[in-house]
């Protein structure tokens, strides 16, 4: 199947042509025809299934080809996302699908100033894409007005309501003329997105594909137990060892964003973070140098987990599981896309098998598992199975106590010894590639609950061409604006 028989225009087929995009995607073969022909759409598409042309194409031919010129504040096509960062995306996809077509975009968020955003509304956009309380705002001080919108989408509408802005959707959907198309675009679909969907769609052409990433087979996952406070020794042997050089690293915290990204930055990688409390420009930023390649080590929350557009990223580390299940779906969604062959790493601890049994049942396939030598867990991941289930062990009948068990044999019947105090259970340092300073693990447990290490790690292997030189060439080693404020 190609472009054209879906009935793209030409100068829609030529940039499609210049992005080398050869066959549409299915979400894209089935979206595309419905779209064109005004009809509402409910498609169940993540992240990495090529949705966003599956609605911008044949959005813009429509604009292109329906209805009279956009009046100032007022927008064609109304867009809703739930991050600024999928905002910021979406607005570039329009961007290059739609070049050539004299239509004019804004993305429009919060977090920034409010001000570029109405002056760039006076003459009227063709296509808004916003978040919803960054929209709202903009409604009622008059910088846009509904009247002249033909389309509405929500995209990711699942994530919009998990980041509860239900009420904001409900003001906006209660402002726009009742005569307009809708397209809904969803991950998954609870019962509130299905209340949500039969309130605002006609008619819809339902859509759906299987999910794309996680359970594509180009992509390399696994699972490496670990307890959790051995986490970041963990994660900076691993990337040492398999000589990891440009990853996106998915850690709960900001505190264990901040950590991590200190231990990076002093084994020499050039890294950066995102995170909620980072100003939307630095969010920005952070992301355009990762893809540029002038930062290898892109730390993250959530925050960043959706909506990043990254092709052919090799490599996602999950040193925390997301607490939703379907945001590792989201994260793995950044590797392995269009064909490209990806590795998905996670560091699971005990206390995480309910996320691992979750994701296991949601991508339906038990994740293989891979101890890492010197790192092994005391505390055992629980047996996890794709059903979703957590498998106990039975437990074992005790046996009466054996008298004179040496120091550091086994006390219990079957189980290894735990090594002893100031016995060191990893690697000596000289065998790690990377050294990692003391006090990764916090008194707490929590490894992230300590501050980065003070001084740099003792072994530090400054002339160790595997982790002291790791900075590419000819970018600047020193001021690279590591970590922003
Ligand atoms: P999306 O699911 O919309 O976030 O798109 C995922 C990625 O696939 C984006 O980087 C697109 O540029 C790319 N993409 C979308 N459609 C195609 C296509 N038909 N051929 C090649 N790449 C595509």
Redesign the pocket.
């Known amino acids: 199947m190609s472009f054209a028989s879906l009935g793209l225009i030409d100068p829609l087929l030529r940039n499609l042509q210049d ?1 080398n ?5 299915p979400v ?1 073969a089935k979206a595309i025809p419905a779209v064109l022909s005004g009809k509402d759409v409910m498609a169940a598409a993540q ?7 599956g609605f911008a194409l044949p959005l813009l031919q429509r604009l292109v080809q329906h209805g009279p010129a956009v009046s100032s504040n007022r927008a064609r096509v109304l867009l809703l996302v739930p991050t600024r960062e999928l905002a910021e995306q979406v607005l570039q ?1 329009f961007i290059d699908y739609g070049r050539g077509l004299d239509l004019r975009f804004l993305a429009a968020y919060g977090g920034v100033s409010i001000n570029p955003q109405m002056m760039a509304l006076r003459k009227g956009v063709d296509v808004l894409v916003a978040t919803p309380g960054r929209l709202l705002d903009l409604h009622r001080q008059n910088a846009v007005q509904f009247d002249q919108v033909q389309t509405l989408v929500l995209d990711e509408a699942d994530r919009m309501l998990d980041l509860g802005f239900a009420r904001e959707l409900d003001a906006v959907f209660a402002a726009l003329p009742v005569q307009r198309q809708t397209l809904l675009f969803s991950a998954t679909f609870s019962d509130d997105i299905r209340a949500m969907a039969a309130g605002i769609l006609r008619s819809p052409v339902n859509i759906s594909v299987s999910p794309p990433n996680a359970t594509a087979s180009n992509i390399k996952q696994w699972v490496v137990p670990v307890d959790k406070k051995n986490k970041p020794d963990l994660f900076m042997h691993l990337v040492a060892e398999n000589q990891w050089e440009h990853a996106l690293v998915f850690v709960k915290t900001r505190n264990g964003v901040d950590y991590l990204a200190a231990m990076l930055d002093d084994a020499g990688y050039a890294v950066d973070t995102i995170h909620g409390d980072k100003p939307q420009p630095a969010r920005l930023r952070a992301l355009e140098r990762f893809k540029s390649g002038e930062v290898q080590m892109l730390v993250a929350t959530d925050v960043a987990a959706r909506g990043l ?1 990254i ?1 052919d990223l090799p490599l996602v580390i999950n040193v925390d599981l997301p607490i939703v299940a379907q945001d590792y779906v989201h994260r793995i969604g950044r590797t392995g ?2 064909g490209a062959s990806g590795v998905a790493v996670s560091l699971v601890c005990a206390d995480e098998a309910p996320q691992l049994a979750a994701i296991e049942a949601l991508i339906r396939q038990t994740l293989r598992r891979e101890e890492e030598p010197g790192f092994e867990a005391e505390h055992r991941v629980p047996q996890t199975s794709a059903t979703g289930e957590i498998i106990k062990k039975p437990k074992k009948p005790k046996k009466p106590k054996a008298p004179n068990v040496a120091p550091g044999a086994s006390q219990v019947p079957g189980k290894k010894p735990r090594p002893q105090s100031g016995e060191n259970k990893r690697k000596p340092a000289a065998q790690r590639a990377v050294a990692v300073g003391k006090g990764a693990g916090s008194p707490s447990g929590n490894p992230f609950s300590a501050q980065r290490p003070r001084s740099k790690p003792a072994s530090k292997p400054a002339s160790q061409p595997t982790a002291g030189s790791r900075k590419p060439a000819g970018k600047p080693a020193g001021g690279r604006g590591k970590r922003q404020p």
């Open positions: 992005l995009y050869q066959t549409p995607t894209q992240t990495g299934t090529g949705k966003t042309a996809s557009d092709d896309r269009a």
